[in-house]
Each structure stands twice: as structure tokens, then as C-alpha cells.
């Protein structure tokens, strides 16, 4: 059996209610793909619910809450957007915890749309060349990062996207970077 390029990878997903769906099930899609493990990880257990833009959309699986996992028992981590979900986690203390642990650690993060505020909130902008989703470059500026109207941009170990969209550079570049660092690690 040919070796996929993720394999033996863990891969988070933060998310809560009222995530943009699509930005969760293609990015989680194209991981599993690769061969990556995908962990599904919430303020709360049970079930998230997401949403098709301002429609309620399909239920998910919780694996673990925010207060179960260790961040450095990751290798990576996807956010999703979605306006609700993503001004919700970035209140989250210990999503904030969980994204500085990771950016310190220089493990790889793919943030689409609005899911950068979460980035924002955890003061790890400062510096970096990002995009998202057209009505956060005011935030994103404002915390000392350079917001650039483009489908993607890798800025060291962080990819992001504007929406949905960009999936078709947005999944391959977010592959590309995990499986770099993966390379990296286990070199």
C-alpha cells in the first residue's frame, strides 16, 4: 500500500456551533485524504452544528472538548470560519491557549475566512502577511499583521484562505504545508 503524504499525522479541528460548513467537511476531507488522523475538538461535547451560510446546516461528532486535549499531542491544526463560530472561539481562553501552544511550537495551522480573529485574539497576527474573509483586514492590520486581498498566502506555518472559494488553492497549499513539516520532523 503506497504511503500517503500525512500519514501517522494528527490533525486538529476547532470548531463550535454555527461553523460555515463547507469549510470544515472540504478541508477535513482533503486531510483524511492525505492520510491524516482529524480530530474534531469543541468547547463542548456532543455535537456541533454548522451552518450553509445563514441556514442551519448538519450535526458533527465531537472526539474531545477544549478542556480534554493537549496541544502538543497534535501535529497541526485546521480552524474553519463562519462569523458565529469563529467570534465565539476566540473568546475561548483555552482555544487561544491551544492556538499560541501550537504557533509556538512551529506546527502547521490552515485558518480560512473568519477563522483568523481566532489568530488574532491569541496575539499571534503581529508580523505575518494573512487573508481571510474581506471584513476582518481592519483587525488583523490593527493587531500588527498585513492583510492582502489574495485566495492564499503562506506566511511561515500558517496558511489562509477568504472563503470557500479558494479550496482550490487553499486545500492543496495546506497539504502541502503540513506534509513539509511533517517531512521536517520525522527527517
Not at 484562505?161 to 504545508?177: C, H, K, V, W, Y
Request: charged residues 25%; contains cysteine.
Amino acid at each position: 500500500m503506497q504511503q500517503k503524504k500525512l500519514d501517522g499525522m494528527r490533525v486538529a479541528i476547532i470548531v463550535t456551533d454555527d461553523f460555515e460548513q463547507s469549510e470544515f467537511t472540504e478541508p477535513k476531507r482533503a486531510l483524511e485524504q492525505a492520510g491524516a488522523t482529524v480530530m474534531v475538538i469543541a468547547p463542548h461535547d456532543g455535537e456541533v452544528k454548522g451552518m450553509k451560510h445563514d441556514e442551519k446546516a448538519n450535526a458533527f461528532k465531537v472526539d474531545m472538548t477544549l478542556t480534554q486535549v493537549n496541544p502538543d499531542d497534535f501535529d497541526g491544526l485546521m480552524l474553519p470560519g463562519g462569523a458565529l463560530n469563529a467570534d465565539k472561539l476566540r473568546m475561548d481562553k483555552q482555544a487561544r491557549y491551544f492556538v499560541q501552544r501550537i504557533d509556538q511550537a512551529g506546527k502547521p495551522m490552515a485558518v480560512i475566512c473568519h477563522a483568523p480573529w481566532l489568530l488574532v485574539s491569541a496575539g499571534i497576527v503581529k508580523g505575518r502577511t494573512l487573508t481571510s474573509y474581506y471584513t476582518l483586514q481592519d483587525d488583523i492590520r490593527n493587531a500588527g499583521g498585513n492583510w492582502v486581498d489574495q485566495a492564499m498566502v503562506r506566511d511561515r506555518n500558517v496558511v489562509t484562505s477568504r472563503s470557500p472559494q479558494d479550496f482550490g488553492e487553499f486545500n492543496p497549499a495546506m497539504i502541502t504545508l503540513f506534509a513539509e513539516y511533517k517531512n521536517r520532523v520525522r527527517a
